[in-house]
């Protein structure tokens, strides 16, 4: 009973763990779309001070990638998670990776923007950039990044529901067989069932 209220105890701390990079890396999406869109709102309106801030608050993205990537090396380190919940973690640290990278090609359209807001504007106002960069902030959207993440919650529950599923069916074997199979491949268990069966079967009747 001990073991059993401390494995529920891990268990849950690891889902709190979870749950507070999930809520970081949202954060991180939706502050990395930010940056983009003023980035292209910088260049498109001339906006040389909005240009500048969007550069020098890059430094943001980059603490906040640290920050979670901090988190899921305490995790790996002190949980010791499965292997769903490992490619959860990995997942995690590989989506951090890119959105930083696209925080760091904002600042670079941020600093352009600025320079070029010292300059006449052409005739179209950039406006094929800021359709382009419409397309390409609706990619970035912080909706997507939740979808993934919550795609990512919904594979690992559908595992754990199997390894529930699992159980309870070597609860069932032991209950009317009396075997324990926790520790038997599945190719065992069924020689082992199909010899009780056949050997219940070929049993002759008892004499009267």
Request: glycine share 6%; net charge negative; hydrophobic share 40%.
């Given at each position: 009973m001990?073991?059993?209220d ?7 701390r ?5 749950e507070?990079?999930r809520?970081?890396?949202?954060g991180?999406?939706?502050f990395?779309?930010?940056q983009l869109q003023k ?5 498109v309106e001339?906006?040389?001070?909005l ?6 608050d890059?430094?943001?993205v980059n603490?906040?990638?640290v920050a979670?990537d ?20 990995v997942?995690?640290?590989?989506t ?16 352009i923007?600025?320079?070029?807001a ?8 950039y406006?094929?950039i800021?359709?382009?960069?419409r397309?390409?902030?609706?990619m970035v ?7 993934a993440l919550?795609v990512?919650w919904?594979v690992?529950?559908l595992?754990?529901i199997g390894?529930h599923?699992k159980?309870?069916s070597?609860y069932?074997?032991?209950m009317?067989?009396?075997?324990d199979?926790?520790?038997?491949s599945?190719?065992d268990?069924?020689r ?6 056949d ?10």
């Amino acid at each position: 009973m001990e073991t059993a209220d401390l494995s529920h105890h891990i268990s849950r701390r690891f889902n709190e763990d979870l749950e507070r990079v999930r809520g970081k890396v949202l954060g991180m999406g939706g502050f990395v779309e930010q940056q983009l869109q003023k980035a292209i709102t910088a260049l498109v309106e001339g906006d040389s001070s909005l240009g500048e801030r969007v550069a020098t608050d890059d430094y943001q993205v980059n603490n906040m990638e640290v920050a979670i990537d901090d988190e899921c090396c305490r995790i790996l380190a002190t949980r010791a998670p499965t292997a769903g919940d490992l490619r959860v973690i990995v997942a995690i640290i590989k989506t951090i990776t890119d959105l930083e990278r696209i925080g760091d090609e904002a600042e670079k359209v941020g600093y352009i923007a600025s320079r070029l807001a010292t300059m006449e504007r052409p005739a179209d106002k950039y406006r094929e950039i800021k359709h382009l960069g419409r397309v390409v902030s609706d990619m970035v959207h912080a909706r997507t990044i939740r979808r993934a993440l919550d795609v990512m919650w919904v594979v690992r529950a559908l595992e754990r529901i199997g390894d529930h599923a699992k159980n309870i069916s070597e609860y069932v074997i032991y209950m009317v067989h009396g075997k324990d199979i926790r520790h038997t491949s599945l190719d065992d268990v069924e020689r082992e069932l199909r010899g009780a069966t056949d050997g219940a079967t070929a049993s002759p009747p008892a004499s009267a």
